[in-house]
């Protein structure tokens, strides 16, 4: 089976740095997708790792390491409308497909 | 180009009866996957059709059915609705099946209220 886990909220001020982190346990891991969704819209693609490292994409960075089973979601200069829930999903070789954490919500604070 | 496109986007059936959802995808993506969202659970995954074959299944009763067409749109069905089904049905649709990478990720519509009294 797998098991994804990230915080359930979060909480930051304008400006600043927030690390969001998720762990996971899978069987053949082929890939982590991270994505944000707006309450009452739809989740959109943000970031995908295959290999480990950092990702960097402007404002948003997102790392992984495969032999821990560990990612994070790095977001930069915290903006309100980064107030959104962030999902991370891994995938596997077996089944190909994406299996979402129930998310993080995080709330930016002026 | 047009996004993934969801009808209708909000549903009150009662207990028992039977309802389809429909899924447009973004035109040229083959792939499409329905989730369920609901506080609780976060995004369950139901089943995905490539080139309108079924290529993969959640962990959802036989109740829970889709098919896809030709021209890629697909459908869900749920039969004899249940209170529990109330919930935040998304379609996503991709390039290729399995979401391969950063280059096919999914791309989700706006999602289908279903709300079941």
């Known amino acids: 089976g797998q098991n994804i886990d990230q915080p359930t909220e979060m909480t930051a001020t304008e400006g600043a740095i927030v690390q969001i982190n998720c762990t996971y346990q899978t069987s053949g891991f082929n890939g982590l997708f991270w994505y944000q969704q707006h309450a009452g819209e739809a989740p959109t693609f943000l970031s995908y790792?295959?290999?480990?490292g950092l990702e960097e994409k402007g404002r948003f960075s997102s790392f992984l390491s495969r032999s821990k089973g560990y990612s994070y979601l790095l977001l930069k200069e915290l903006q309100m409308k980064d107030s959104a829930s962030y999902l991370c999903?891994?995938?596997?070789?077996?089944?190909?497909?994406?299996?979402f954490g129930t998310g993080t919500r995080l709330q930016v604070f002026p | 180009k047009a996004g993934v496109t969801q009808t209708p986007r909000y549903l009150i059936k009662t207990r028992g009866q039977q309802v389809t959802l429909s899924c447009s995808p973004i035109?040229?993506?083959?792939?499409v996957s329905w989730y369920q969202q609901t506080p609780g659970q976060g995004l369950q995954f139901l089943f995905e059709?490539?080139?309108?074959?079924?290529?993969n299944k959640g962990n959802f009763p036989g109740r829970f059915s889709g098919r896809q067409f030709s021209n890629s749109r697909s459908e869900m069905n749920v039969s004899t609705l249940e209170l529990g089904d109330s919930a935040l049905y998304l379609c996503a649709s991709s390039l290729a099946w399995g979401s391969q990478g950063k280059d096919s990720p999914l791309h989700f519509g706006n999602g289908t209220r279903l709300t079941v009294t």
């Open positions: 035109s040229g993506h083959r792939s």
């Open positions: 059709y490539f080139s309108e074959t079924q290529r």
């Open positions: 790792n295959v290999l480990d």
């Open positions: 999903a891994p995938k596997t070789w077996d089944t190909d497909k994406l299996i």
